[in-house]
């Protein structure tokens, strides 16, 4: 399984919004409506963010949303904040149990 | 609350084996499938292994199969990898995670496996 592809960073000013593409196949992210995006501070374990490509976890903001087209992912950051700037994650099923997850993106906060 | 918590991780030489486990606690192990990820450092997160709720089926990513085996007890609700033939290429923190559906509602907080000589 190849890794997805992911812009290795991406930044904006707060209250700009950002987004995330993820590009994979028709094997995995073309292939099965489960997306899901991870964040990830420093010396901190991932938390879903958004899941089967645009549901929102309870108690995750709602400037955080997700879409796919195709084999492409994007997850958006509307109204950036400073706590938002982190490594972001997209993974997507890959049948058989398997995953495959995304190269992943630094957001920066100007 | 849902916690999971890794153990086992270390310093281990090339060619060599570590069992790392994962306690869990706070919802119905036996009902969910377990997962292994990892991450190097400075590297993007991959996952390792996986195995099916009731341990009928297990998974794995290429670059471990034949060297590494997933395996749960739900009597204790804990989740184990066992390692052998580690390499320099296995150095990463290794997390214990699950989730109901195609997504990863919970982590552990890692255990780091250094494989150098």
């Known amino acids: 399984q190849s890794a997805l592809t992911q812009p290795r960073s991406v930044s904006g000013s707060p209250g700009q919004s950002v987004t995330i593409s993820c590009t994979g196949t028709?094997?995995?992210?073309?292939?099965?409506?489960?997306v899901s995006w991870y964040q990830e501070h420093p010396g901190k374990a991932p938390k879903v963010m958004i899941y089967?490509?645009?549901k929102r976890p309870s108690g995750v903001p709602d400037r955080f949303s997700g879409s796919k087209s195709g084999n492409t992912a994007s997850l958006t950051i509307s109204g950036l904040q400073a706590e938002d700037e982190a490594d972001y994650y997209c993974?997507?099923?890959?049948?058989?149990?398997?995953?495959?997850f995304g190269t992943g993106t630094k957001v920066t906060v100007l | 609350e849902v916690q999971l918590v890794e153990s086992g991780g270390g310093l281990v030489q090339p060619g060599g084996s570590l069992r790392l486990s994962c306690s869990t606690s706070?919802?119905?192990?036996?009902?969910?499938?377990m997962h292994w990820f990892r991450q190097a450092p400075g590297k993007g997160l991959e996952y390792v292994s996986a195995?099916?709720?009731?341990?009928?089926?297990?998974y794995y990513v290429d670059s471990v199969k034949g060297r590494f085996t997933i395996s749960r007890d739900d009597s204790k609700s804990s989740l184990y990898l066992q390692m052998s033939g580690l390499r320099a290429e296995d150095t990463a923190v290794y997390y214990c995670?699950?989730?109901?559906?195609?997504?990863?509602?919970?982590w552990g907080q890692g255990t780091l496996v250094t494989v150098s000589s």
């Open positions: 706070g919802f119905t192990f036996s009902n969910y499938g």
């Open positions: 195995i099916i709720y009731n341990g009928g089926s297990t």
């Open positions: 993974c997507s099923y890959a049948g058989t149990y398997t995953f495959v």
């Open positions: 089967d490509v645009s």
């Open positions: 995670v699950t989730g109901g559906g195609h997504y990863f509602e919970h």
């Open positions: 028709s094997s995995d992210v073309g292939g099965y409506n489960y």
